[in-house]
């Protein structure tokens, strides 16, 4: 699937692309789980307290994209496991092309 066509998790928007995702809070290790229905699955060795599983996601998905954590912030669901993310100062089809990839290769 190329950058250029849409993929469900992550949408256009003028403030910056918004990334639905699912987060699975104290995992045995932080990673990109693939996808899950039009989320992509994010687990974090964080715990759900205090905000901290919240920072480990934002960093997590800053690291993958190349960007610091202060660019992605959690717009929705901030005490939920399904949040959306804004990725401001992210190119949509940069961030499309890059979290496909990581999708991609969720068991490695």
Do not use: F, Y
């Amino acid at each position: 699937m190329s950058a250029s066509t849409p993929w469900p998790p992550v949408t256009a928007h003028p403030a910056g692309p918004l990334l639905r995702i699912k987060v699975v809070p104290g995992a045995s290790r932080s990673r990109i789980a693939g996808l899950l229905g039009d989320r992509l699955k994010v687990q974090v060795a964080a715990p759900p307290e205090g905000g901290k599983a919240n920072k480990a996601v934002c960093e997590l998905i800053a690291d993958l994209l190349g960007v610091p954590a202060r660019q992605i912030t959690v717009e929705t669901g901030h005490a939920q496991p399904a949040k959306t993310l804004r990725l401001t100062g992210v190119d949509h089809g940069r961030a499309v092309e890059l979290l496909q990839a990581a999708a991609a290769r969720r068991h490695t």
